[in-house]
């Protein structure tokens, strides 16, 4: 069901058809074929396989929109935005242009999930949206994809090939925010710093955004860095171990953590309960968990950077869509070039986080992201506005 493709092959076969005449123009062949876009000279779209006997029938413009599948490989679901927010909103965009959607989840196995995106592959993926596990091991899969005219999305995290749309969040700039709400707190002391995955080119996105803020403070001593981390796979219980060891190294002499997203923070928070600490140093995340809304009520962490998954999912879904009928990349509406740390030249869409501290919980509420009744659980009355 590969629509644009299958009609440029369509059309071309017909061509041959009818130029040879009754020649022996029956099935043409070769491995890999350009993209749609690019397929349209003769010489290469004659490249495409297809037997010369599947006459067109649709007439090339009448796109079976409906036929259009796309898959989405997750790597998996471990934090709660991705089956809450990112995949019913991918999910829709997708629907409602009539399309299918397919989806596999790697369970966090970069290996699996190379046969993922080939099983998409094989199921009829005319477009795939890609949550990396490993943004290095996944390139021969987006290689073998590209290859196949199948256009790539690498959703939210960064995927170093240049074929590929980039559908993500200005991640410097979540780092960024992170680091302004800490260091407005505390300007001195103690930082302990907990990342996220190594293979997920966003850890490092997210450590340059705290580097801009407070590089200078710990240049000058100011600050100073008694712990720092990647966590294998961004997971909760490890970022709490990472944070433990880190509090028993200092002597509990830990001001502020700038832990990069929300999932890693429960750990974190419930290593500083653990001493009784919470809500005295103030710790960092991102994504807008409800737990972590939650903690930011009642004051055991600061500042939960929100990306609106609803947003980029509905982007991805969308420009997938339009790059499996055929869309150039650069005519994606809302694209621009992003430079990447590897050296391409990435046509992306950049959507703009959004810091959430205990002043602006509204925001969240309002945009009926949370209820009330969830954010403002254990919540002291009288403490914050929102919650009464
Ligand atoms: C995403 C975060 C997420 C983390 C773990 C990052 O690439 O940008 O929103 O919390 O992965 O899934």
């Known amino acids: ?10 059309l071309v076969a017909l061509a041959l058809v009818l130029a040879a005449c009754g020649g022996d123009g029956g099935t043409t062949t070769t491995a890999g074929g350009a993209a749609p876009e690019d397929s349209a000279p003769a010489d290469t779209a004659a490249e495409e396989t297809t037997p010369a006997t599947e006459a067109p029938d649709d007439g090339g413009e009448a796109e079976a929109d409906g036929d259009l599948v796309i898959g989405v490989s997750w790597n998996n679901y471990n934090e709660e935005r991705w089956a809450r927010w990112d995949e019913p909103a991918i999910r829709a ?9 397919i989806s596999t989840d790697a369970g ?24 990396a596990q490993d943004g290095t091991a996944i390139l021969p899969a987006v290689e073998s994809a590209l290859s196949q005219g199948i256009p790539v999305v690498a959703y939210d995290r960064l995927i170093e090939n240049p074929g590929a749309l980039y559908v993500t969040f200005d991640n410097v700039g979540v780092g960024r925010l992170m680091a302004e709400v800490i260091y407005e707190m505390v300007p001195t002391g103690n930082y302990v710093i907990i990342k996220g995955n190594q293979a997920d080119a966003n850890a490092d996105f997210l450590r340059e955004g705290f580097e801009q803020v407070i590089g200078e403070a710990v240049a000058n001593g100011d600050i100073t860095i008694v712990g720092e981390t990647y966590t294998d796979n961004w997971d909760p219980a490890l970022a709490q171990t990472e944070m433990e060891q880190y509090l028993t190294q200092a002597n509990n002499e830990v001001d502020a953590v700038l832990s990069q997203n929300d999932g890693m923070a429960s750990g974190v928070v419930a290593a500083l309960e653990a001493q009784g600490l919470a809500g005295q140093v103030p710790v960092s995340g991102q994504d807008a968990d409800l737990a972590a809304l939650n903690r930011v009520a009642l004051g055991t962490q600061a500042v939960s950077v929100w990306k609106d998954a609803r947003e980029l999912g509905r982007a991805a ?22 430079d990447s740390p590897g050296g391409n030249e990435m046509v992306s869409i950049l959507l703009e986080p959004v810091a959430i501290t205990r002043d602006n919980l509204n925001l969240v509420v309002e945009a009926e992201w949370i209820t009330v009744d969830q954010l403002c659980q254990g919540v002291q009355p009288g403490t914050v506005e929102v919650c009464g």
């Open 1 to 10: 069901m590969r629509s644009l493709r299958t009609t440029w092959a369509l």
């Open 108 to 131: 966090s196995s970069a290996e699996q999930q190379l046969a993922d995106v080939e099983n998409l592959i094989s199921q009829g993926a005319d477009a795939i949206i890609i949550l």
């Open 317 to 338: 879904g969308e420009a997938a869509v339009a790059l499996a009928q055929g869309t150039p990349l650069e005519e994606i509406p809302g694209t621009v070039i992003f």
């Open 93 to 101: 965009a997708i629907e409602e242009a009539g399309g299918t959607y």
